[in-house]
């Protein structure tokens, strides 16, 4: 900094105004940056997060870096977060709860200012030592019902109930379902979405038609392969994530059976698988972007205390796509 001020003639305090994110004249400013590329000056990061208290980082942790709903929302969180000078630190845990618990406290082992998360435990004790230590913490698509962080959700419910109200609009009586463990929170959300839709229609819920298990393409293939082995197999199935509609699309391809003409199907998730699969998929969307962004908005105001007190909940709109994979069923 002394040679700094010596190259430009300006005052310490000014110089030193600058190198901390204050403002100062343009003209000086222009003095400072041109005296930091002849002295190739650069910011001792981690000096700095020690003396203030603050890192500039932002801890996300995540269940499967491979899951195409988390890897899209954290790059758009990282391009958020990047345009307010703070860096990231990305943990993927999984599915494994007791990594879910060690990530957290190697991001607090990091100092982060604060976490982001998409959760795999049903309950908030994992995030005990954040919350001790004062660093707030944002959730995306799961809730623990306590109300102690900010949170960011779809409505998963009434997606999904808009989409098998569709189906059963169309004339059919025979709905499946392929979805996530009644453990996981927006496994659950989107279950009770499909019981809303056939309770108002005063249709039979059979257990056999609902395949519970893991939310990925190894579980929507065997969903798909042991609806269709039924005696009286479904005339329709609602694929409640990108991961298991893909695996049921592929179960389809290789029994020989064609959508909508042999089975009708409603996918989850993603544009892009709508637009890449012919015949085109009906296909419920999540906002990911405006998920990301107001994710992204809470940590922020948080940490620049634009925001205090109680927790808040953003609850956002999902849309459902039409296209050609649904087969109106008569008489």
């Not at 002849?38 to 001792?44: F, K, P, S």
């Not at 996918?267 to 998929?281: A, E, W, Y």
């Not at 922020?300 to 994979?325: A, M, N, Q, Y």
Request: glycine fraction near 8%; include cysteine.
């Amino acid at each position: 900094m002394r040679d700094i001020t010596k190259m430009t003639g300006l005052s310490l305090a000014t110089v030193s105004k600058y190198l901390n994110g204050g403002n100062v004249l343009p003209e000086n400013r222009a003095l400072i940056e041109q005296a930091i590329r002849e002295l190739h000056y650069e910011v001792n990061e981690v000096a700095r997060g020690l003396a203030k208290n603050k890192t500039k980082t932002i801890g996300v942790l995540i269940h499967h870096l491979d899951n195409i709903f988390a890897s899209t929302i954290i790059a758009r969180i990282e391009d958020i977060l990047r345009q307010h000078d703070y860096g990231t630190i990305v943990c993927d845990c999984r599915g494994d709860l007791k990594l879910e618990e060690q990530e957290i406290r190697f991001l607090l082992s990091k100092r982060v200012d604060g976490i982001i998360t998409l959760p795999t435990s049903g309950n908030a004790e994992y995030l005990k030592p954040a919350v001790e230590r004062k660093v707030p913490v944002v959730l995306i698509d799961r809730t623990f019902g306590n109300g102690m962080f900010d949170t960011v959700l779809v409505d998963n419910r009434e997606a999904v109930r808009g989409a098998v109200s569709v189906l059963i609009e169309k004339g059919h009586q025979r709905i499946g379902m392929i979805c996530g463990g009644d453990q996981e929170y927006t496994a659950r959300e989107r279950l009770r979405g499909y019981f809303e839709a056939l309770e108002s229609a005063n249709q039979k819920i059979e257990d056999g038609l609902i395949k519970r298990g893991e939310l990925s393409v190894q579980h929507g293939y065997r969903g798909m392969q042991e609806l269709l082995e039924m005696e009286e197999r479904p005339t329709a199935v609602f694929l409640s994530n990108y991961e298991i509609t893909l695996g049921a699309i592929v179960a389809l391809n290789e029994s020989g059976l064609k959508f909508p003409e042999d089975i009708s199907i409603v996918g989850f998730d993603n544009m892009m698988l709508s637009q890449v699969i012919r015949p085109k998929l009906w296909m419920v969307v999540q906002p990911m972007d405006e998920i990301a962004e107001q994710a992204a908005e809470l940590m922020l105001k948080r940490l620049e205390f634009d925001i205090e007190g109680e927790p808040v909940s953003v609850h956002l709109k999902t849309e459902l796509i039409c296209g050609d994979s649904i087969r109106e069923i008569t008489g």
